[in-house]
């Protein structure tokens, strides 16, 4: 079946220093892939999504390459900061239904 | 601008006791589902719903009903609590159409002593 794996954390990281999460799907069809992510405390929250092969979705610093020959969906930031501390999401949508499926989250932490 | 709103925000259960989480979106969206997420485990979902009046089991179901009277409401009940249902719980809406994004509520932090 599909499924989401990324890259196990936590990943703690300077100020001002380069992310990468890895994110790697197995779906049948074109899934919709996403990045959301958690604060403390609260709900989780759209970050970027890409629909199809080879779009880049972006938002906030945030960069995500939908890679369909290497099956990945992997978040960059060129220069994290302090308030970018929080559990980030992979998930994907299963093509033709609105079922969801999430990895397991990446929890960075960013030091002043 | 509510979007998805879940009450209560925290509650203690006892063992057995029952109760219900109530859900409410005012995007008219068709699609909501709730979620449990657990330490190293991500967000597994319960059970979803296509529409008001039609609802079904996601992947782990055991313990929890729902019921979709509305487009807007989409209560979770606890038949009877157990230590295992200890998690935090979402629910959620997905509007429709290409790249159909999730919105979630806050969450409900659920402890069954």
């Known amino acids: 079946g599909d499924s989401v794996t990324q890259m196990e954390g936590p990943v703690t990281l300077s100020e001002e220093a380069f992310l990468t999460i890895n994110c790697t799907y197995t779906?049948?069809?074109?899934?919709?892939l996403f990045w959301y992510v958690q604060y403390p405390g609260e709900g989780l929250q759209l970050l970027l999504k890409?629909?199809?092969?080879?779009d880049k979705g972006s938002n906030k610093g945030f960069e995500a390459t939908y890679r369909k020959e290497t099956t990945s969906f992997h978040l960059e930031k060129g220069s994290v900061q302090v308030s970018d501390s929080a559990v980030y999401f992979c998930a994907l949508r299963v093509s033709g239904t609105y079922k969801y499926i999430f990895g397991t989250g990446t929890r960075l932490k960013v030091l002043a | 601008n509510a979007g998805v709103t879940q009450t209560p925000k925290f509650q203690v259960l006892k063992t057995g006791q029952s109760m219900t989480l109530q859900c409410a979106q005012d995007m008219n969206h068709e699609y909501m589902s709730w979620y449990r997420q657990d330490p190293g485990m991500g967000l597994r979902l319960i059970h979803y719903?296509?529409?008001?009046?039609?609802?079904d089991q996601g992947e782990v179901p055991n313990g929890y009903n729902v019921s979709r009277s509305t487009t807007e409401d989409f209560p979770l009940r606890l038949l009877s609590a157990a230590p295992s249902q200890t998690s935090v719980y979402f629910c959620a809406s997905t509007e429709s159409g290409p790249g159909n994004t999730i919105y979630f509520g806050e969450g409900s932090w659920l402890t069954v002593v």
């Open positions: 779906a049948t069809g074109y899934p919709s």
């Open positions: 719903s296509v529409g008001a009046g039609i609802t």
């Open positions: 890409a629909t199809k092969a080879d």
